[in-house]
């Protein structure tokens, strides 16, 4: 089993800058695909972005690409996500999650651990 935890949520204004760090504990950090997904209230769970194992291969939403930027520190069992130019529509809160293999294509049913989450609240 494999913890997480994610940090670096807060209050900030549009067009401003947050960066959040999920930190993995427990089991050795041999997991694959890593992912930051986000729900807004009355909304879906949705995939914000995910990284291979090596980081050679992430994917974005669409809403957030240009702007957020996903990378991880297999030697730190961390994994970050650099937000940009927010906006009040990437209000939510934020979740990282682990899968044991997969790509980072797919969609939350092959994610096998979650965080807990963080709020990210972008003002307008």
């Known amino acids: 089993q494999v913890q997480l935890v994610e940090s670096g949520g807060g209050l900030v204004q549009a067009g401003g800058s947050l960066r959040l760090s999920c930190a993995a504990s427990g089991r050795t950090f041999s997991f694959g695909v890593m992912g930051w997904f986000r729900q807004a209230p009355g909304k879906e769970r949705e995939i914000v972005a995910a990284i291979s194992w090596s980081g050679s291969s992430t994917n974005y939403a669409d809403s957030v690409k240009g702007r957020f930027t996903i990378s991880r520190d297999n030697a730190k069992n961390a994994v970050y996500l650099q937000m940009n130019s927010l906006k009040f529509t990437d209000t939510a809160v934020y979740y990282c999650?682990?899968?044991?293999?997969?790509?980072?294509?797919?969609?939350?049913?092959?994610?096998?651990?979650w965080g807990q989450g963080t709020q990210v609240t972008v003002s307008s």
């Open positions: 999650a682990a899968a044991k293999g997969g790509s980072v294509y797919y969609g939350p049913a092959q994610y096998d651990s």
